[in-house]
Nanobody, 116 residues
């Protein structure tokens, strides 16, 4: 079963950018992958997904600011965060949409804090 680990989170000022990575322990080339986030006290929110062929789709809340990409040779999916706002502070998770179980689908998350 493929395991996922997110990285790249940290502290960033408003208006700044970050690139998050989700690296898998095995091949993900056939899988649809997604990025979510969860702010304290909130539900986990879908940000967007990317199909195995590279086509990405985004939620309205982050369209035009966030970009999802993938490099199957590196077994990695990326989330580029641009023009960050205070309300983007959250733990960001990637998900294997084709995982056999919910438990197997998620990485542990990486925290992004937007603060001046």
């Amino acid at each position: 079963q493929v395991q996922l680990v997110e990285s790249g989170g940290g502290l960033v000022q408003p208006g700044g950018s970050l690139i998050l990575a989700c690296t898998a322990s095995g091949s993900i080339s056939e899988f649809a992958m997604a990025w979510y986030r969860q702010a304290a006290g909130n539900r986990r929110e879908l940000l967007g997904n990317i199909h195995s062929g590279g086509t990405a789709a985004y939620s309205e809340s982050v369209r035009n600011r966030f970009i999802i990409s993938r490099d199957n040779t590196k077994k990695t999916v990326y989330l580029q965060l641009n023009d960050l706002k205070y309300e983007d502070t959250a733990t960001y998770y990637c998900k294997n949409e084709d995982a056999p179980s919910d438990e197997a689908a998620w990485g542990p998350g990486t925290l992004v804090t937007v603060s001046s």
